[in-house]
């Protein structure tokens, strides 16, 4: 197995999982609105990506003694 195929399983067994509580949240307060169900859904889907994104980019701020030291 290569890495994009582990990275796609895990990417759809995290949408699985977040659409199935999802899911259950809805019907367990009786919400009965579409509008929010597909909201509620297209967020499930989305949020892994973001997330690895945040990850892969993240860069802490440095200070400004930080910045100085690396100029020097």
Do not use: H
């Amino acid at each position: 197995m290569n890495f994009w195929t582990i990275a796609a399983a895990a990417y759809v067994w995290t949408v699985i999982a977040a659409v199935t509580l999802t899911y259950r949240e809805q019907k367990r307060r009786g919400e009965e609105s579409p509008v929010y169900t597909l909201i509620g859904y297209v967020c499930c889907s989305v949020w892994p990506v973001v997330a690895a994104v945040m990850l892969v980019f993240y860069a802490p701020l440095l200070s400004d003694s930080e910045v100085s030291e690396r100029d020097d």
